[in-house]
């Protein structure tokens, strides 16, 4: 951020009076301009004992597997982001059950809120910003294609919630791939 | 927003190319301005069948009472923030035991996460935007001095639960205050 976008004029980096962090504040018109993390809304649709993934066409990780997860936008709720994100990236309509997860993404400032969702039919596609979708069976995840770790992490805890016939709602933070 | 806080030229509300919602845009350096909603961190603080609730001495719902919460910063997690907020407001440090809610509230774009938090003494404080803080009962909650509709809602889950001895994790939309 170099421009105050109420005024125009160049911000500076200062802490504002009575705070404690460096803020984007503009002298001219003294706006501070808050900078916050992200929300990450991410559905895991359900259609009997599998789950739809989603393989990418697009980059970052191009060709490579998720669940449909993406910006959460103004005017709406988490769920209903997940459920739209599912809409587009899958084609399937779902009816969100429950939370799964609240994961952290300290490097990128993100946080995924991340819901289990039933399929409302079996019939889904292939969104403009996947180039495959398949069901899979929990033994039968691609875990050695999965686009990133809080992917991996997710569906770790899904299959092993699965596995018990429990699911928790799980939180914390996900560390980025080693590089 | 009128101005690209990248480049210092003049915004303008448009569909960027391969998108459906209207973004502001600049023409001049192409960037798109994305607005998204925002995290408030919030905390139940417990001590052993109580929870402290701080009154509020900053405008809005100025002498109200609310549990600690406020916006999630960047380069922090929903329990860091949660846990900060506490200190800042009932200088009470507090172990984050499990995730409680995930409500949004539509009208402002923010989505609170709010956590369990177990007090690490009985020694708590005054923080700077807290007029008070006390230790209530569930059954001495003053509910018709809370300060927004999710503290409300939340509070109401939270005694549902402690009264069967199971906290469940909540999540769905909340109503703004009628007026």
């Given amino acids: 951020m ?3 976008s109420h005024c125009g004029a160049q911000v500076v ?6 705070e404690t962090l460096l803020r984007f504040v503009c002298e001219a018109c003294q706006t501070v301009h808050y900078q916050n993390p992200k929300i990450v809304a991410g559905c ?9 993934l989603c393989r990418r066409a697009i980059e970052p990780r191009l060709g490579l597997w998720t669940f449909p997860a993406g910006f959460m ?3 709406e709720t988490t769920e209903q982001a997940a459920a739209r994100e599912t809409l587009e990236e899958a084609k399937v309509e779902v009816e969100i059950k429950s939370l799964f997860a609240v994961f952290s993404l300290l490097r990128v400032n993100q946080v995924y809120v991340i819901f289990r969702g039933k399929m409302r039919s079996q019939d889904f596609g292939v969104g403009h910003e996947s180039s495959d979708v398949q069901l899979f069976s929990p033994t039968k995840i691609p875990w050695e294609s999965l686009a990133f770790p809080v992917i991996h992490e997710t569906l770790e805890r899904y299959v092993e919630d699965a596995g018990r016939g429990r699911f928790d709602v799980h939180f914390g933070v ?5 590089r």
Avoid at 174 to 178: A, F, I, L, R, T
């Fill in 44 to 52: 895991i649709p359900e259609w009997e004992d599998k789950i739809l």
């Fill in 73 to 75: 936008e103004l005017d």
């Fill in 13 to 18: 980096l200062k802490v504002p009076p009575g």
């Fill in 2 to 4: 170099k421009y105050c």
């Fill in 174 to 178: 996900v560390q980025p791939m080693k």
